[in-house]
């Protein structure tokens, strides 16, 4: 009895912790990144004092609200990754990026929790780190295993001061490529920062009034960010 008990209270717990996430997820379409405790209780029908019992505080909330969308996003790259031929690495890239181009479409707000503008007073703890770093350690492994298939032939002739020697070392360490050269290792940071750039533009409004087809503009730069990294496409 005590187990059944038990086990209700914690199925019961985790619902309301649920129901508290979706509606803070509600909020974030009216009221961005700035959420209200108090609002969100009224919302889900709890008295404010009660919402404290399961996020101590706001940036609680928001931490539990940005690890979600850093592992839904991850969830979208790796489901579209997988879709790709193992031994075409344009392709994996292609897909890749088109699953988080496809996911933060549909999740605008959720991409501007995670890309848009800080949140003043916030500051994301190291339990957001590991679902952040998802999907770059699936670029990571599509640029292995190109190396390795001698798919990529970028980044030789390419010269990195010392400093910057350093921080792809840091990098690749912590990407676990350190077999890579650092040149590549710094193409692909590149073009990561290319692929979340034109995201931003696209969400954030920035093509309005100039390009119709964003789209298109995104393939196009992917497939440029695909040559950059020296990824060769495979005939099928």
Known sequence: MTERRTGARERVRAETTEDIKRVAREHLATDGADLS???VARDVGMVS???YRYFPSRDDLLTALVVDAYDELADA???AERT????DPHA???ALTRGIRAWSLAHPHEYALLYGSPVPGYQAPEDTVGPASRPQLLLAQILRDAAAGRSSTAAQGDRLGRGLRADMVTAAAFLDVLELPGALVA???LAWTQLFGA???E????FEGGIEDPGALFEFEMRAMSDYLGLRERAH
């Not at 790709?84 to 031994?87: E, L, S, Y």
């Not at 969400?203 to 920035?206: A, I, T, V, Y």
């Open 77 to 79: 790259a790796d489901e």
């Open 84 to 87: 790709a031929p193992r031994r």
């Open 37 to 39: 405790l108090r609002a």
């Open 199 to 201: 995201l931003s533009f």
């Open 203 to 206: 969400l954030f409004g920035r």
């Open 187 to 189: 193409r692909g940071l």
């Open 92 to 94: 994996r890239w292609m």
């Open 49 to 51: 004092s009660a919402v």
